[in-house]
């Protein structure tokens, strides 16, 4: 018999190498496995499949950014852009709407697709958006665009808004505030154009010794505001028109705007301008994401 402490063949050596080959091998099947442009994934037995690994098994600091931020000004949007793009940042904007309460958004995708000869795609996963809100003075008269009002109506509108009219002056404006106030109990039959610009409304009022008396009020077809589109825009010039209806004794006004959606259209390439110099990036047309 051969001595306890005899020194194995080398056929049972060489078995040993394989077994350990193999755990090792087995065991590095659990390990997560980095895929380029996937999240980490194990191999499991069952069929050998690659599975991805859930987000709280998952390293605490992210493999890439994700995140989208919305802003709420054009500085910050800017601001935020300056600080993390790069060559492959790229800025998108949506055109408004003909509508005049349609607002322009911008996205801007600081991880873009990468611009070589095999376009490799990218995560597209940094966002950041910014939608241009109308200024305060748009909304307001947009509002009115269109829309018959009263007598009383109109007279309140005028004096809460006086300060974005330009033409008529504000105090011939005023004035007529004061004669329309001054004739509320009045029956409007008919309006004559004048032919020198404006309108002269002809009415009829009782009088103390209970005759009628005939009158005419003196009043303006055109009106020139100065107006910002968007919040924080510059002021522009719009005309408005000014429509005057003597129906019924009673009389309605309708303020109409003249080219809205082109003044929105003029205003949107001014901002996407200004905003495409200050990133130094083209800002593409084109539906945002």
Not at 54 to 83: C, K, W
Not at 148 to 173: G, H, L, R, W, Y
Not at 266 to 277: G, M, Q, T, W
Request: charged share 20%; with cysteine; net charge negative.
């Amino acid at each position: 018999m051969p001595p306890s402490n005899s020194t194995p063949a080398p056929e049972n050596k060489a078995n040993t190498n394989m077994n350990q080959t193999l755990l090792d091998a087995g065991s590095a099947l659990g390990d997560p496995k980095m895929v380029p442009g996937y999240c980490p994934v194990v191999i499991v037995p069952d069929g050998f499949k690659a599975t991805p690994l859930s987000h709280e098994m998952l390293p605490p600091v992210p493999d890439h950014i994700r995140q989208t931020v919305n802003f709420q000004s054009a500085d910050s949007f800017i601001g935020y852009l300056n600080v993390f793009k790069d060559n492959l940042t790229r800025v998108f904007c949506s055109v408004p709407a003909t509508g005049l309460t349609g607002c322009p958004a911008f996205e801007a995708i600081l991880d873009y697709h990468t611009a070589v000869a095999n376009h490799l795609p990218s995560r597209c996963s940094h966002r950041a958006k910014y939608t241009c809100p109308l200024s305060l003075e748009w909304l307001t008269w947009a509002g009115v665009h269109g829309k018959p009002m009263t007598q009383k109506e109109f007279v309140e509108f005028v004096d809460d808004n006086i300060v974005d009219i330009v033409s008529p002056k504000a105090a011939d404006v005023l004035e007529l505030a004061r004669d329309f106030n001054a004739k509320t109990e009045v029956k409007f039959a008919s309006k004559v154009n004048a032919i020198t610009g404006g309108v002269s409304l002809n009415y009829q009022e009782d009088t103390e010794s209970g005759g009628p008396a005939a009158g005419q009020l003196k009043a303006f077809d055109r009106m020139t505001l100065s107006i910002p589109v968007f919040d924080g825009g510059e002021p522009r010039t719009i005309e408005a028109k000014v429509q005057w209806v003597p129906r019924d004794g009673k009389l309605a006004v309708t303020v109409k705007l003249y080219r809205p959606s082109q003044a929105k259209a003029e205003e949107f390439v001014k901002l996407r301008s200004a905003i495409a110099a200050e990133l130094g990036i083209p800002v593409w047309n084109g539906g945002v994401l």
